[in-house]
């Protein structure tokens, strides 16, 4: 009984594991066709990702619809001009994240300023972090001696 | 009425615009000057930007250096090629540009038209960018799009002649001269000497009836240029606007002088020969004229109708003379022509029989030729052969350019014969068909008068 039962546990598992790779294959080729691909490429700029991440869903996806890319493009230079502002330049680099350099020319100086200070006070806080943790050590190590006399 | 008109000429060596034509009115007889449009040449592609007003990516320097040696070995399929294996969004408004133009300079216009586009909406202060687009816009005739460019690049702050000039060219076009004088004015600040601009400014301020201004710009080039017959042909149609007509016949003698050769501006030298007595040089001109051309019948006709008018119906005749065998040659309504003048020179001559079978030659040849029908008709009244002339006067009345004249015509022929009430028919018919004849009610009301006085009498 026990082993029916472990046969039958064995069994229910591995159909789990080949429903699940069908739905994911199933998802991928509808990503491929049904995607509106306009809100793909602005997704893509919004998170502030290179115009060639297009390329990936091309080698992904067997047969892209007509008019795919060009819908991804239109969305992804909306997107990207929306993208490439101080702030986000400044999030990106006060959250320690790499420039992505996907800022056109003639937007790339804003976002990268915007960066620059990002980045510039997510090092002074580190700084300061690390210059607090330093004199807590000190603290400590002070309160130690001090208690030991 | 003076007409003049102004043709368009289209350029050969790249591409051409053309102004509509132009018209302008005054005095009071037919005359017509054709003047050689102003033209617009396109400049094609010259390369890649030299100066460029948007900079290129510091990325970027290695690949510009690298096309720009490409394009200086011609290769600009190669160069679009490098430039395709880009996204549009990843190369510089700078790299942009050149690709549109890459593509404007290999003639695929709707992919030039779609970059110029997206650098614009990139960087829509980019006037190089506009006046390429604006240039491209002219050549696929859309005029609107084209004008809409080059005031974009003129109010970024370009100051190219070229850009003004096409944008007074377009002004002048789609809205008057009185938009274009000041662009054009602007174009010749920056380039004196290019004729376009000194053309298109001529041709706005007479447009505009600025004829002083226009007067005191053609001086200035007939001064400069004083063999160039297109000036002259300019200074004539000036002169018939401003009513000079003694200047305009002198400006029309120095363009043929020069070597002008148009048909329509040899008729208009005549004509105004003819109306200032100046007869001699009249039929020089003719005599040249026809001597030049295949016979044009419709051209002789012209000719002898108005040396008839001023009764030099010798020289109508001399110029008749030894053309008969070439006549033959020709469609019977044009021998028809010519025989009704041989008809009108006989009668003139008095030789009255002659002028009788020229006459039904003519009508042989074409029995709808209603000149002669109307022709034919007075003389057979003036012969008392009634019968005859009523009957080609009624011939003539169905043929609508000359029912008029027929139908008065007839009406005179039957007072002439005492015949009141088919006078009376026939003027009140004719008064049916043209109201504008104001003056036959009275007259239909005086024949009525003699019809009831008649039959008063009678009773």
């Known amino acids: 009984m026990k082993n029916y039962i472990a046969i039958l546990l064995l069994s229910s598992a591995l159909v789990g594991c080949q429903s699940t790779s069908v739905e994911d294959a199933s998802q991928a080729e509808n990503f491929c066709t049904d995607s509106n691909w306009s809100e793909v490429g602005h997704k893509v700029a919004a998170s502030g990702k290179s115009v060639r991440t297009f390329l990936k869903y091309q080698e992904r996806c067997q047969q892209l619809p007509e008019t795919a890319k060009e819908a991804y493009l239109d969305g992804y230079t909306a997107g990207i001009k929306e993208y490439c502002t101080f702030e986000n330049g400044y999030k990106a680099g006060d959250t320690g994240k790499e420039n992505p350099n996907a800022c056109p020319l003639e937007l790339r100086a804003q976002y990268d300023e915007g960066f620059k200070r990002g980045h510039k006070n997510l090092k002074d806080n580190k700084a300061e972090v690390k210059r607090l943790a330093e004199l807590e050590e000190q603290r400590k190590a002070t309160a130690k001696s001090d208690s030991q006399r | ?459």
């Open chain 2, 1 to 459: 009425m003076l007409k003049i008109i102004k043709n368009t000429v289209l350029s050969l060596s790249a591409i051409t615009c053309f102004f509509s034509s132009m018209a302008a009115e005054a005095s009071n007889s037919n005359l017509t000057v054709k003047l050689a449009k102003p033209t617009f040449v396109l400049p094609m592609f010259t390369g890649p930007y030299s100066e460029r007003e948007a900079s290129i990516a510091p990325e970027e320097y290695e690949t510009a250096e690298r096309l720009r040696g490409m394009l200086d070995a011609d290769e600009k399929e190669a160069v679009l090629k490098e430039l395709e294996s880009f996204f549009d969004i990843e190369l510089s408004p700078a790299m942009l540009s050149l690709k549109a133009q890459i593509y404007f300079s290999l003639a695929q216009y709707d992919k030039a038209e779609q970059t110029f586009l997206k650098v614009l909406s990139r960087k829509p202060q980019l006037v190089r960018v506009h006046r390429d687009l604006g240039q491209l816009y002219l050549l696929q005739e859309k005029p609107k799009l084209a004008r809409h460019h080059f005031s974009e690049a003129v109010s970024y702050g370009s100051n190219e002649a070229i850009v003004h000039g096409q944008l007074a060219y377009l002004n002048l076009t789609l809205h008057g001269a009185f938009s274009a004088i000041t662009s054009y004015q602007q174009a010749m600040a920056l380039q004196p000497e290019e004729v376009q601009w000194q053309q298109g400014l001529l041709a706005s301020l007479s447009q505009a009836k600025m004829y002083e201004s226009a007067q005191a710009l053609l001086s200035e080039l007939i001064a400069k240029n004083p063999a160039n017959k297109e000036l002259w042909l300019n200074q004539a149609v000036l002169s018939l606007n401003m009513n000079d007509t003694r200047q305009a016949l002198v400006s029309l003698e120095m363009a043929i002088m020069l070597g002008e050769t148009d048909d329509g501006n040899i008729k208009t030298a005549t004509q105004l020969h003819l109306q200032m007595h100046s007869y001699d040089r009249a039929l020089v001109l003719i005599h040249q004229h026809l001597d030049k051309s295949v016979l044009d019948m419709d051209l002789l006709n012209e000719y002898l109708t108005w040396l008839n008018q001023v009764d030099m119906w010798q020289q109508a005749a001399k110029l008749l003379d030894g053309l008969e065998s070439k006549v033959q040659t020709m469609k019977p309504q044009k021998q028809s022509i010519f025989y009704n003048h041989k008809a009108k020179i006989a009668l003139k001559k008095k030789q009255d029989s002659k002028a009788g079978q020229y006459y039904t030659q003519a009508l042989e040849k074409d029995p709808t030729n209603g000149d002669a029908l109307i022709d034919y008709a007075l003389y057979s009244a003036d012969n008392k052969d009634y019968i005859k002339s009523e009957l080609l006067y009624t011939r003539a009345s169905v043929l609508p350019e000359k029912m008029k004249q027929a139908l008065l015509g007839k009406a005179q022929l039957y007072l002439n014969m005492q015949d009141h009430s088919s006078a009376l028919k026939t003027l009140q018919k004719a008064y049916q068909r043209f109201p504008d004849l104001h003056y036959l009610p009275e007259q239909i009301d005086i024949i009525q008068n003699i019809i009831r006085t008649k039959n008063k009498v009678s009773i």
